[in-house]
């Protein structure tokens, strides 16, 4: 079981090598994160998109393009079906967004020709480490799912929880978030949350424990679990994933993590036949190359 | 204009002495943050409660209850209407919840003929100081308001306003926050960012500068507005106040930052007549008394 980023790269060392396909590659944050990742054998790349400008980024940034395959394409909807293609095929092993914009990037994903769709619902999953908590904690969704449904939210745990096992620990505890513990009939996500706990209970969602309404402390902190009193509950403190009620909730903590708190993370679209690595142009290259050893994790999984 | 909670008790030192009504005062951890706030010089306080008990707890806690007047009424209710009354009728500046449950405490915040009921929305503030962040931040509503309609949002700003003001900041920047920092018709947080942002543009809203939708690294981190190329808008990293979309995002971020981040806060309730301090059991005493500080400066301002 990976309990830090540390740990999760020592553990993708242990896998046989992987792929990761770049769509629209000639951009120097992309490339930077991808030579890191080839250095520190978390995988390869094959780099779609236009080659001049490829090998001219890689030039300026000291990058050897020799350790990459390159292919040419130089409009980036065709690049992109080329990178998606090539792991749709098995040739590489996740896909992994370049300079080309979110939506036609989807697009590709969602492809049904050469695409990586399947009949899970897509979600996002960002895996984190933070300061002063131990374990890894699995947020979702904070950037894909605006407003989930109770049934897009079974699927959101569905895909959580592989990913969760993914990284060793076998059986997750999932948290659905709110502001308070107990049901409140006019909080819907509390009434949402309830009704996830009783499915888990009834073997309708397995792999994992569910135990929600939850608020964020006794989720997390087991301290504060115990001082509230909450020591019967099957989570006390020992949440693995962090399961927010709407986009805005997520996100907004999310943030907070990344703006305000000592944290490492790195984060993967999920409930595709591959992982696809869809990093924002804000985020460092060391949650990049995160995000990519999280595929390469993720990839070895789905084999 | 205090931009730490050591300044903000400096500047308490500058008012005239205040005094907090405690409701129900027969607990330990309330009678330690009135003694610290005693000590410190930033309030006294009237113990409104079952003064056997009061005169028992104090003893064990060390605590010289002469140092404080103390009115005994065993009743829980009649405790706290009595108590309420006492800021009612301008003996005390401030309101603060003992050992009673919040439903009682807030019936005599709200009693018609003693409370401390106004025309305005009650609303709950949060006042964090947090490491690697310049200035005050304002958190609403965290805790108080579920589900804030448009209209309670104009409340919450302008109350928040009123506190952000009482600590010095003249004209505070509203960040109305959500995932996104575009308005998107399908996410109604956002289309009501835009017209909290429109009602401070045409007059409706003064005394602020209100920017929304904002997503939190634009509002906070001038770093990550400056790379998302947000410098042309009204708040680029520099909000004072931050409006959630409801509780549940509120709740869930305000516990991030108390529970995974280095921070100091204190909140009060407010749209009252007088502060009002609503702290929970799991709070620390300096919590307790970063409330009593805020209280005393909000009341400063009150009178």
Known sequence: MSRSFDELLARVSECSKKKVAVAVAQDSAVLEAVEEARVRGIADAVLVGDAEKIAEIAKNDNIDINNFEVIDEKDNVAAARKAVELVHNGYADMYMKGLIDTKSFLKSVLDKEVGLRTDKTLSHVCVFELEGHEGLLFLSDVAFLPYPSLNDKVNIIRNTVEIAQAVGIECPKVAPLAAVEVVNPKMP???????????????????????????????????????????????????????????????????????????????????????????????????????????????????
């Open 189 to 303: 996500c509390t009434v949402e949350a309830a009704e996830l706990t009783r499915m888990n209970d009834e073997g309708e969602i397995t792999g994992c424990v569910i135990d929600g309404p939850l608020s964020l402390d006794i989720a997390i902190d087991q301290e504060a679990a115990a001082h509230k009193g909450a020591n019967g509950r099957k989570i006390a403190g020992d949440a693995d994933i962090l399961l927010f009620p709407d986009i805005h909730a997520g996100n907004l903590v999310y943030k907070t993590l990344t703006h305000l708190c000592k944290c490492k993370n790195g984060n993967i679209l999920t409930g595709t036949k591959a992982p696809v690595i869809l990093t924002s142009r804000s985020d460092s290259k060391e949650v990049k190359v995160n995000s990519i050893a999280l595929g390469a994790i993720v990839a070895e999984k789905l084999r």
